[in-house]
């Protein structure tokens, strides 16, 4: 007896494994990445108070919005003209010559208007944020299209050395600053370290030091990219970049709506509560968000890996099926990460990511968590319209969220007694509405132009199946921590055997 995999199910597996492998590098340096930032909430949240973390998380829903702004749908549009263009450096050279004119520009205004901009929102003290951020944002627009080059060039290992470096000088610095001088400092022994640490510290800052730290590993990760920019000749491609425009400005409009869906909750909070609590509130909801990290870990190095991969699948006969069977995979794996960070969140994540005084916004977990979820199957829908050419409806797909977004965040933040939700716990509701919303119109929309068969009872199973066991868990909770773990694991163990049995190669018998 000879057993052998079915042809049509080898056939694809193949683009499934090469997929796979991609997002496994990327996914490394995801990880590792995601680990050393998200290390830092500990620090964050046990250093400084809610309303000073709250502070920060604000100004980084700044920095995400105007990211958008700043790169206007240009990475995407490499990606694109990179898969149909023969001279592929004249693409690269092109979008880059763009982004670095377009980064001088703004880059210029912010600093002339830093300290209108900062009165403008409410931080008139602060100017010297406004500048910080100013550089930040432009480094690492320019990053941009040098990390895509990478990706399309399968230089995962590459793209991950570099993206770790900047990641791993960000997170030493923090420590440095937030932790390392203030011990020194406090020796007044050590006469030789404390007056060499005088020169460059002011012990008045405490926030400051985490934007410091962030804008020089900025500075870092563009010197290390420079090499893709000397081995290029530089000439510009005018009529090249009118198509790269055209492509990209529907892309744009659909980023910025979509970072409203993902970052304004936090400003509506700092704006439309009680200017008493609202800093405080925000830092006690950005917090609770980045339990998710083994859900954004996943979907960030999937991505990273997913777009230049169904660019290039798009040329086989077989791509549909291909894309109807990774988005299978999918929704295994988020479930079971969506399942795994549920079952352990008292026992282990919430004792070891967040200070105590931050947990008391642990009830948004569950809804961002599943939140994500629908956004990063969102993201494995949304690839018919980049494939079609028709990125317009990706805007309109973001706008519809955007309004979903604010109108539900305008409705349920403020405090009052005849609201049933409220505060940072209305605005996780408002984010799983508007991702679910997303979802659902990009796949219904979706197969009107690039029907793909996807799998929705599968779709529903097994995310129902993660959902059942979550709901198990909170019902049955056996004394003392061993038993707790032991039968949340047996829970995830159910999972990942059910998941297994249903997907596992079926195999023909041939003599």
Known sequence: MLFQPERNNFASMNPLRKLAGQTAIYGLSSILGRILGYLLVPL???????????????????IAFLMVVLTYGMETAFFRFNESEDDKEKVFFTGMISLIASSLVFLFFATVFAQPIAILIDYASHPEYVVWFAWILALDALTRI???????????????????????????????????????????????????????????????????????ASGVTLVLLIPQFLELRWKPDIKLLKRMLIY????????????????????????????????????????????????????????YAAEPFFFEQAKEKDAKQSYARIMDYFIII???????????????????????????????????????????????????????????????????????????????IPLGADHLIHGYLGSAWATLICYGAMMALSYIIGQQFFPVKYNLRKFFGYLGFAVLLYTISLYIIPEGLFLRVAFHTLLVFAFAGVAYTIEKPRYVTAR
């Open 334 to 412: 988020v479930s079971l990460i969506f399942l795994v960070t549920m079952v352990y969140l008292d026992d282990f994540i919430l004792r070891y990511l967040i200070g105590k005084e931050y947990r008391e916004g642990k009830g948004v977990i569950p809804i961002l968590m599943m939140a994500n979820l629908f956004l990063g199957v969102y993201y494995n829908l949304a690839i018919w319209y980049k494939l079609t050419s028709k990125t317009i409806w990706g805007a309109w797909l973001s706008a519809i969220g955007a309004v979903i977004t604010l109108a539900l965040n305008f409705w349920w």
């Open 146 to 216: 040098p990390f895509a080059r990478l990706r399309a060039q399968k230089k995962a290992a590459l793209f991950a050395g570099i993206n770790l470096t900047g990641i791993a000088v960000n997170f030493g610095l923090n420590l440095f600053f937030i932790l390392l001088c203030p011990f020194c400092l406090k020796h007044e022994s050590w006469h030789a370290v404390n007056d060499f640490i005088r020169l460059f510290y002011r012990q008045d800052w405490g926030i400051e030091y985490i934007f410091i730290s962030n804008l020089i």
């Open 248 to 303: 990209a400005l529907p892309l744009l409009f659909a980023g910025m709506a979509g970072i409203v869906n993902e970052t304004f909750d936090r400003l509506l909070l700092r704006y439309l509560l009680p200017k008493d609590i609202a800093a405080a509130q925000v830092g006690i909801y950005s917090a609770c968000y980045k339990i998710s990290i083994l859900m954004t870990i996943f979907i960030q190095a999937y991505r």
């Open 44 to 62: 964050y949240t046990r250093v400084f108070l809610p309303g000073e973390y709250g502070n920060v998380n604000v100004f980084y829903s700044y």
